[in-house]
């Protein structure tokens, strides 16, 4: 039995003798996502398999919450069941064309092709002394240095603890360790690692390891501004810390938001010396194109917000040898990045990111819970390797996005809650050995309080 697994059943034992607690029962709530999840995937040019992506599958999504036993020490429990059917997906399609084991663009495979059905189970154990929090089991963290996904027909999730403190008035604390995560399409807890060393499609081949500590705070130093500094450190991969800025200033009729960060990424362990723990970006001459995490990267982004409209401009620097590092287990996975986007983050080595934002709110020509967006990303001077045998470096290489979104969720009546979106993204590359891509996604969604 692993630390967080002890933890969790001594939280829950003392749960169980206080349950009847008035708090325990009378602050808890329970809700049920449903996902209608269709996305096809279009691979424009070139020959290398495969040419479609096409999957279509229903989500389930039931969340307990609970409230906290009385007390100076109050304990809680949450849990989270997930379920999702496949509703369409071939061989061919699912985006699994190998057969692996790590699962297709939705479904995990049963080897062959994408299973019928999948669910996971996830529950946290909660303790609280006054505003600090500590909580051990399955965690869905969103901070600078670990994101969960929520990009397909179920999210991704992680094991571990997590602590968090707010007792110091304007200073949010927050430190964990993660042992594992599963996937947004699997219902397994796997390993943590990242690109390069996961293994790609052979998903055996990647190294794994169990240990990601982080740390930091977000600190109000005037109401419209908040500064941030958080510290990761996935075992034998990377260490990384992260400097943070947002700002909201009013201006005319309008609303300012500046967003500036900055993140310092180095090597940590076996990947600084051993081949098959070493990520990719730009490394010269080597063997496997790949290397030791070296990366820092700058970015500021720029929204102003006016009777509706939003405008927005941003650019992005990545600098040194290495790709961005991320949590990235090969099953699809989020980083915190304004550039990561529908298909593509903008993270590469070397890569210059230059980005134009619109959307608009139709409440205010009194259309309440319909909006529309659009992004447009250009990314230039991409240093990488080819794809010979003599793996010489590649510079200049360039690529650029387009999104757009829209979404509409119906605010009040009895069908209140049920959304429908629908996402398309552009891709275009000059990368070499790399497919342009046209995606379209459609979400159907609804989410249910149950009590």
Known sequence: MNKSTLALAVALGAIAQQAGAAGFIEDSKATLGLRNFYINTDNRDGSANPSKNEEWGQGFDLRFISGYTQGTVQFGVDAIGLYGVRLDSGRGTSGNITGTSSGGTVFPSDGNRAVNDFASLGVTGKVKISQTELKLGTLQPKLPVIVTNDGRLLPQTFQGGQITTNDIKDLTL???????????????????????????????????????????????LTKDLTAQYYYGNLEDFYKQHFLGLTHNWSIGPGVLKSDLRYFNSSDDGLNGNTSSYYTSGNYNGFRAGKGKVDNNLYSGLFLYTVAGHTFGGGYQVSNGSSDFPWLNQGDGSSAYLTTDMQIQKFARAGERTWQARYAYDFAKVGVPGLTAGVVYLKGSDIDTIANTAARAETTGQSEWERDITVAYVIPEGPLKNLGVAWKNAMWRTDLANTRSQDENRLIVSYSLPLF
């Open 174 to 220: 927050v430190a964990g360790q993660i042992e594992h995560a599963k996937g947004r399409n699997s219902s397994n807890n796997e390993g943590l690692s990242l690109g390069g060393a996961n293994g790609g499609s052979n998903y055996t081949a990647g190294k794994f390891v169990n240990k990601f500590y982080y740390a930091g705070g977000d600190y109000k």
